[in-house]
């Protein structure tokens, strides 16, 4: 089975540029989701969709940061503009549609690691 | 306020030898517990997942949920240098949509 895939896996621009990550999640999975992690934290959740709709965005920064899953199975991750401390590893992840006896496993793509000069 | 709460080491222990991991999470309803490691410069990679008081084994992994404490841990048997990584606990708040709030990790080192 493929797990989830992501590109590009490293992106370097400056600071005011705009950049883009993208998404497929592992087949089936209908939750699929966004994190940020910056080095030495645990992964922070920007946003979860589930099918083609958003079900938490609240710490997204919306000023500059968005996000679409236009057909339910990829996604795209935007920042415009982008500031220095946007630099970290972005990871998206799915998981099987979540409930409290289970699914809640989420399973990560590798990554795309930005350095924003 | 959510937290997950795990002491960030760097954890050492001798090859062969027991490694136990910690974390503490600060809202007692959550029902959702889980284990990954993350060797540097890679993803997480999910190892164990827990929903019942008690433990739950998985080869060399063993995960302990006590909700009471609100403590969650991971003992790993027979460590070996392959298991140094980092480890995250990660709970999940909310309900069944609810999301994951991640500790910021454990660097463990197993020395040959």
């Known amino acids: 089975e493929a797990g989830v895939a992501q590109s590009p896996r490293y992106k370097i621009i400056e600071k005011r540029q705009s950049v883009a990550f993208w998404c497929n999640p592992i087949s089936g999975h209908a939750t699929l989701y966004w994190y940020q992690q910056i080095l030495g934290q645990g992964p922070k959740l920007l946003i979860q969709f589930q099918n083609n709709g958003v079900v938490d965005d609240s710490q997204l920064p919306k000023d500059r940061f968005s996000a679409e899953r236009l057909k339910g199975v990829d996604s795209t991750l935007k920042i415009q503009p982008a500031k220095l401390e946007d630099s970290a590893v972005y990871l998206c992840?799915?998981?099987?549609?979540?409930?409290?006896?289970?699914?809640?496993?989420?399973?990560f793509g590798p990554g795309t690691r930005l350095t924003v000069l | 306020q959510k937290e997950v709460e795990q002491n960030s080491g760097p954890l050492s222990v001798p090859e062969g030898a027991i490694a136990s991991l910690n974390c503490t999470y600060s809202?007692?309803?959550?029902?959702?517990f889980f284990w990954y490691r993350q060797y540097s410069g890679k993803s997480p990679e999910l190892i164990m997942s827990i929903y019942s008081n008690g433990d739950k084994e998985d080869g060399r992994f063993t995960a302990q949920l006590n909700k009471a404490s609100q403590y969650v841990s991971l003992l790993i048997r027979d460590s070996q240098p392959s298991d140094s990584a980092t480890y995250l606990c990660a709970v999940k708040y909310g309900g069944s949509q609810g999301n994951l709030i991640f500790g910021k990790g454990t660097k463990l080192s197993v020395k040959p």
């Open positions: 992840a799915s998981s099987l549609v979540p409930s409290r006896a289970g699914n809640n496993e989420q399973f």
């Open positions: 809202d007692r309803v959550s029902q959702s």
